[in-house]
Every structure is written in C-alpha cells, then in structure tokens.
C-alpha cells in the first residue's frame, strides 16, 4: 500500500469515502496516543489523587464498579467518579489504554 490506508475500487459511494476517512482519523489518534513518552506518562499518573491511583490499578486488574467499592469500603458512585476524573486526567477512553499507559509506567 506504501503507505495508504486503504483504496477504494470507483465507483465507491460517499459512505464508503467517510468510513475510510474515519479509520484514517481513528488510526492516527491511536498513533499519536501510542507515542506518548514516558515523562509524559509519568507525568499524567503524578496527576492523579492517592485514590484515583488505586482505582487505576484495581480497573487495570479488571474489578468492577462494584467490586472496587466492596474492596475499599466506598459507594460505587464514589467508584465512579474517581475513575471519571481518573481517566480523563490520563487522557484514555477505555480499560485497554489503561491498561496499555499500566504497563509503560511499570
């Protein structure tokens, strides 16, 4: 492909173009977030409150909302926003880039 994301056989129509061009964009945000540098890492988990760290690293182990509640002895709602604050602050969408930021840092 040298280094096209992918080709489109005319006559394609306009949901085909979007799509492609939406992989595209998708593909380069995980690049650039893939890219990030160890300081930066770091820098994001310095971040984080002593209870969103641990929240961090129990979603990271693949506990839920409710089990992470029961082990450190909070509501689940307060789970919840914790790991809201916590993911934004990281700059993550899902439990797979978190898990991927985890394993950078260790």
Do not use: W
Not at 32 to 48: G, H, N, P, T, V
Request: proline fraction near 1%.
């Amino acid at each position: 492909k040298g280094g096209a994301m992918d080709f489109l056989i005319k006559p394609f129509d306009d949901e085909q173009l979007l799509a492609a061009i939406d992989d595209a964009l998708a593909k380069c945000v995980a690049d650039e977030r893939a890219s990030l540098s160890s300081q930066e890492i770091e820098r994001r988990f310095a971040s984080l409150s002593a209870r969103e760290a641990q929240i961090a690293r129990l979603v990271s182990q693949g506990l839920l909302n409710i089990q992470i509640a029961t082990e450190l002895g909070i509501a689940e709602r307060t789970v919840k926003l914790h790991r809201m604050h916590m993911m934004r602050k990281l700059g993550v969408a899902n439990v797979i880039e978190l898990v991927r930021m985890l394993d950078a840092v260790r």
